[in-house]
């Protein structure tokens, strides 16, 4: 399976319904921490006020904070903020919030109106489509996908899978996608001509060269200071390879001895990466040297000395339209839904009653150009604001970064 591009295609990161609240007990004056108690910070909270109201539907201070500390939980998973930086960033985002939730009311109000409904079978045929489009696009298994989301998140992709099932504001944005393809059919429709045109237009995204993947055992040196150092260095590491050679597992080995994180990690695996760009260069021409299942001598680069075993390969190749076209598919009905939410929302606004306090007004809208192929920047959101996902893990990343 080839990559695309590198998208921001609407998954890895989730928002986590966890509470955000400061605590004066268990944590260190002054720090903002997730799951604590929020009895404990009833005085330094803003009153619950009214921040808008839409066609008589009030949004008070709550329902901002109920987004804000999913949005903080979400990007810091338990760790500790100053007090200061999170009062900034709810100032920051209060307006835009405040703006999600007004939009969010009005597409609700619309698809009640309309009788939209959806299942809980469709949210999860929707969210694995997501996984689907991300590993496609990515150019990467489920396994890594897991691998790349407990990293972010420290938790596994059924679990974050789980969680985002269950997250309201996800559930509205599946549920407008519906409302808006039904009321725009026409406009929201994808072409099999219009996914040719993106694919021939795209192509050389979808040439993806030759590839290794390979587990690697490092035994740093960045930190010594005398050739003696390193000699005793190299000399543990001969050691280690004739345990390899004498048939001791490579993984086990890398888990107990390698410095390089992906060996407690990964038991050494790297993933796949072409011989340019990824690596340094003494340890990509040792790897591409290498048939599948064949491990290297003592390698050395200036983080240290290796010895890699490389055990899988992809020859270079072109993803053919039809494995793309699911992907392209999507990435067209995004934006196209995109397009005309804003067009929805625009006629919604001007016909509906819309009141917001001092301050709470939405920043001006950006200007929606229509366009007939997708951009090759990550579609827009439908919904509310999320953020931005992670990027590939060391698959794609020199030891350098592994070493450090």
Do not use: W
């Not at 108690?37 to 009153?47: I, L, Y």
């Not at 939009?103 to 969210?127: C, F, G, P, W, Y």
């Not at 001791?248 to 760009?277: I, M, Q, V, Y």
């Not at 919904?383 to 030891?399: F, G, L, V």
């Amino acid at each position: 399976m080839s990559s695309l591009m590198r998208t921001g295609s609407v998954f890895v990161v989730f928002f986590a319904v966890v509470s955000i609240c400061l605590s004066q007990t268990t944590q260190p004056a002054g720090e903002v921490t997730p799951d604590t108690d929020a009895a404990a910070t009833a005085t330094t909270q803003p009153a619950d006020t009214v921040l808008a109201t839409v066609n008589g539907h009030e949004i008070r201070e709550s329902d901002f904070a109920k987004i804000f500390e999913q949005m903080v939980s979400s990007r810091f998973r338990g760790q500790p903020m100053p007090e200061a930086q999170v009062a900034q960033m709810r100032d920051r985002f209060r307006p835009r919030f405040v703006n999600t939730l007004v939009e969010n009311h009005l597409l609700n109000e619309q698809a009640k109106q309309s009788e939209v409904s959806i299942t809980d079978e469709e949210v999860v045929a929707r969210l694995e489509r997501e996984v689907q489009d991300t590993i496609f696009l990515r150019g990467i298994t489920r396994d890594e996908l897991d691998q790349q989301v407990k990293g972010q998140m420290g938790i596994s992709l059924d679990e974050a899978m789980a969680e985002r099932k269950a997250d309201p504001f996800y559930r509205d944005m599946v549920l407008h996608m519906k409302l808006l393809q039904q009321k725009y059919p026409e406009e929201t429709k994808v072409t099999d001509e219009e996914i040719q045109d993106s694919y021939e237009s795209m192509k050389s995204r979808f040439e993806k060269p030759e590839e290794v993947r390979a587990s690697h055992i490092l035994i740093n040196t960045t930190e010594m200071k005398t050739d003696e150092e390193k000699a005793e260095a190299r000399t543990k590491l001969v050691g280690i390879l004739e345990k390899v050679k004498a048939g001791e597992d490579f993984g086990a080995l890398a888990e107990e001895h390698s410095d390089c994180p992906s060996g407690k990690r990964a038991k050494g695996d790297l993933g796949f990466f072409p011989r340019k760009g990824a690596m340094v260069e003494p340890f990509a021409e040792a790897a591409f040297g290498l048939k599948v299942g064949e491990v290297s001598d003592v390698v050395e680069t200036n983080f240290g000395y290796h010895i890699i075993k490389v055990t899988d390969r992809h020859e270079a190749n072109t993803t053919p339209l039809e494995e793309a076209k699911q992907a392209l598919f999507d990435q067209a009905l995004s934006r196209k839904v995109g397009e005309v939410r804003e067009k929805l929302l625009a006629e919604l606004k001007e016909k509906g009653t819309i009141e917001y306090a001092e301050g709470m007004e939405p920043p001006a809208p950006p200007k929606i150009v229509p366009t007939t192929q997708p951009a090759a920047a990550p579609p827009a959101k439908v919904d509310a604001p999320t953020p931005p996902a992670p990027p590939k893990p060391e698959a794609s990343t020199p030891p350098a970064k592994e070493a450090e």
